[in-house]
């Protein structure tokens, strides 16, 4: 039994796309990069921006265009909202909603009478991820969220919050680490509010994963700033928790934060950000902006852009604004046109690069470990990413082979284009 897996969208869907590539394996079926070869397709959707429900439904159809023998099963955001036309207009053998898919294997199994192999069909020690390429694994640890951001529709799409019992976690760590991942991401819907059905909090959950795994390094998926426990910052002093941090602002202006219902605001936001640089030197904050909220006017534009310049990020995660039918946004006045979207993309884009090559200048003559990732631009060069996810390529006149090693490296300059460090081993 050949499994083809694909995904699109945020590390959520990334975990789940691989929790499922390890429910294949215990079931003896063969997960496969080739989908003309599969028996049984699985696309992961998404449906954060109209672009992404264009592009969900193109990846089904695609799908099933590539192998119309296969059996064809879909989940994810754009097949829980719309089920129906999902299956009607795509011939979409089995929906798995959102609420489902931590059982999706065993619910494709039984439902579409797949067989079963024997354990001993799975080779010992087969590395599902790894085969796919893979040096870090991302690990749902909740779903769902209880805020309702104006402009979001995944909130009706995940549901309401589950967090995943601890001891689950640290036994899916431990698993993903025994495969041979260096590097684990720790993934939610709504990865602040983990612990709020089961009378715990994030920061007990990465103690108990640093304390219960060896895995070298752990990071943190996107978190809401608002919902930062207490003693947050005493974490990284574990050298394995990765100084990394994707922070969502959306907005650097107040008043349209207010519109969009979001929950911290600029001031709030700065002292965050400081905190953690305080917290570790070179601490790398990365961002969501969305440009072209409704209503967004022109002053509101330059309160943004002067506040994303202010905060020099890592890198911002640039959205033009799109109407999501049933969420409050879409009904708002003043919806801008797609010029002006994309003339403030621009010039966004520009301001991160600036906050991208600031971050890289500081990085400059620092010595860092690096999980090499696989080879770079250059011949006889490595590729990966430092701690604070900055990315690295260096030269091993040696000639090891160092894919999926940590090595220790100097950083000598950046290169020509402006968005890597060039190192030498140390």
Known sequence: MRVFLQTLG??????????????????GFTVTRDAEQADLVVVNTCAVTGESVRKSRQLIRRAQRANPRAKLVVSGCYASLSPTQAAGEFGVDLIVPNSDKDRL????????????????ATAPGENALLARGRHRAFVKVQDGCRYRCTFCIVTKARGDERSRPVAEVVDEVNRVH???????????????????????????????????????????????????PDGFWSLFDDPRLMP???LPIQS?????????????????FRDLVEQARQAVDGFNVTTDIIVGFPGETDEEWRQSLRFAEQMAFGHIHIFAYSARAGTKAAALPDQLS???????????HEVARQGCRQALERAVGREFLVLVEGRGGDAGSWSGYTPNYLRV????SAGRDLENRIVRVRVRGISDD???????PA
């Not at 650097?252 to 709030?268: F, I, K, P, Q, Y």
């Not at 797609?338 to 966004?348: A, F, N, V």
């Not at 390529?393 to 091993?396: I, N």
């Open 252 to 268: 650097g202006a107040d008043s349209v934060l207010r519109r969009m219902s979001r929950r911290c605001r600029t001031n709030e």
């Open 105 to 120: 294997i065993s619910i494709a199994a039984e439902r579409l009478d797949l067989p079963v192999m024997p354990e001993t």
């Open 178 to 228: 025994a495969d041979g991942v260096q590097e684990i991401v720790l993934a939610g819907v709504h990865l602040g509010g983990y612990g709020s059905d089961v009378n715990s909090d994030l920061r007990a959950l990465v103690e108990t994963v640093l304390a219960g795994t060896s895995i070298p390094r752990v990071r943190l998926g996107s978190l809401e700033p608002w919902e930062l």
């Open 244 to 246: 990394h941090l994707h």
């Open 338 to 348: 797609r010029d002006t979207k994309r003339e403030r993309s621009r010039r966004l």
């Open 418 to 424: 402006g968005e890597r460090l060039i190192a030498v």
């Open 10 to 27: 945020c590390r959520l869907n990334e975990a789940e796309l691989e929790g499922w590539s390890r429910d294949c394996r215990e079931r």
């Open 393 to 396: 390529e260096f030269a091993d």
